[in-house]
């Protein structure tokens, strides 16, 4: 296994960080506050890229192993990619530097506790930047201010492998922008430039449009996770469930009055009540193709539930999700029955298996 290195200037503990002015010449520095599979990832690009990048993480041992052996992407050959970053601490051992740009990147349910965090440490004219699962800005506005958030979707396809070490998962796409939409101010674009160091990043005017959409894609994994088999094989196997648990996520968003955004090879209006069967199918085939792409073909909860031996991601949007789906008078069926399950298996009272699925279609057959 080859190993490649690089090392960025790292920064004084004290110095001070950089303007957000995005016309200066020099990289910005950033605090990334949880450093799993999606943190991780935005940190060793950024610090690949020369910035300056602090990682906060609750994880002793892959603080610990950050610190010694540097951040590491496993790429899918095998080979480890290795970057050292400015600093790697817990969080009550960070030094009391001012922050100029956070990503937050934990789970929606540890979203509050990260940001009272950062808090008392955010500059006057710094940032957060919201890279979670979920509709999480209100959280950190509570804690640092509204004016002081952006936010993030993002579905890249990684993992967290071990102390120190995330997965390369393949291509995936990441848009950022203010979390009340609104063309993309001067901060959105300059950390859109900073995170192309990652991949293409798209600025946008409607954050909510990628988020819904990834609710919609989300709610697909969800069933997929119920299964350990490759992704694609679950989807294929299973197209009627895929599509109405997709259905019931972007008939919501379309009765909100939320505009939708096509990303990576899914096409959220193509699960929409308007949607011919014919369209339908074919986007599922396109699905499907693109998922089978993927060097990744175990979702990010299955490897929670199965490996890391923690419950499914809760708090953000989807607490406030079903009296939403109400409101608009969409009939949430599949997707509580996908919940129920997943929260059995990380239990240990059900068992991956294609049973479940076959249960939640005969379920659903009952509410037809």
């Known amino acids: 296994m080859s190993t490649t290195t690089a090392r960025p200037t790292p920064v004084t503990a004290g110095a001070p960080v950089p303007a957000l002015d995005p016309g200066r010449p020099e990289r910005a520095a950033y605090t990334v506050v949880g450093a799993g599979a999606i943190g991780g990832t935005l940190a060793h690009a950024l ?33 480890d990619d290795v970057v050292q970053v400015a600093g790697a601490y817990l969080p009550d051992e960070a030094p009391a ?20 965090w950062v808090a008392p440490r955010l500059a006057a004219d710094g940032l957060v930047l919201s890279a979670q699962n979920g509709h999480n800005e209100q959280t950190i506005a509570d804690a640092v201010g509204a004016e002081r958030v952006l936010g993030a979707f993002v579905n890249i396809f990684t993992d967290y492998l071990g102390p120190g070490v995330v997965s390369d998962g393949g291509a995936g796409a990441v848009a950022v922008g203010l979390p009340g939409g609104g ?7 300059a950390v859109a430039e900073d995170l192309r160091a990652y991949g293409d990043i798209v600025a946008t005017a409607n954050l909510a449009g990628y988020r819904w959409g990834k609710q919609g894609f989300g709610s697909i994994l969800g069933l ?40 990576d090879a899914y096409e959220p209006y193509a699960f929409s009540d308007a949607a011919p069967g014919l369209t339908r199918d074919r986007a599922l085939t396109r699905l499907v193709r693109w998922l089978r792409t993927q060097p990744k073909d175990r979702s990010g909860v299955f490897r929670d539930i199965a ?8 708090g953000g949007d989807r607490s406030t999700y079903p009296e939403q789906a109400a409101a608009v008078g ?27 699925l076959d249960e939640i279609r005969a379920e659903l057959a009952g509410h037809a």
């Open 47 to 79: 610090a690949r890229a020369g910035h300056a990048v602090t990682v906060i993480d609750t994880d002793a041992a892959h603080v610990a192993a950050i610190r010694e052996h540097g951040l590491t992407i496993r790429r899918p050959d095998g080979r």
């Open 224 to 263: 997929t996770t119920l299964v350990d088999a490759p992704i694609a094989d679950v989807v294929d196997r299973y197209r009627d469930l895929a599509a109405a648990v997709a259905r019931e996520s972007t008939e919501v968003a379309i009765r909100s009055g939320v505009v939708l955004e096509r990303f």
């Open 183 to 189: 063309a993309p101010d001067a901060r959105v674009l």
């Open 307 to 314: 490996v890391r031996r923690r419950p499914r991601e809760t």
């Open 330 to 356: 969409v009939d949430l069926v599949v997707g509580p029955l996908v919940a129920r399950a997943l929260d059995e298996v990380a239990a240990g009272t059900r068992d991956f298996g294609w049973h479940t």
């Open 97 to 116: 530097t001012s922050i100029d740009r956070a990503i937050l990147a934990t789970k929606s349910q540890h979203t509050a506790t990260a940001a009272a």
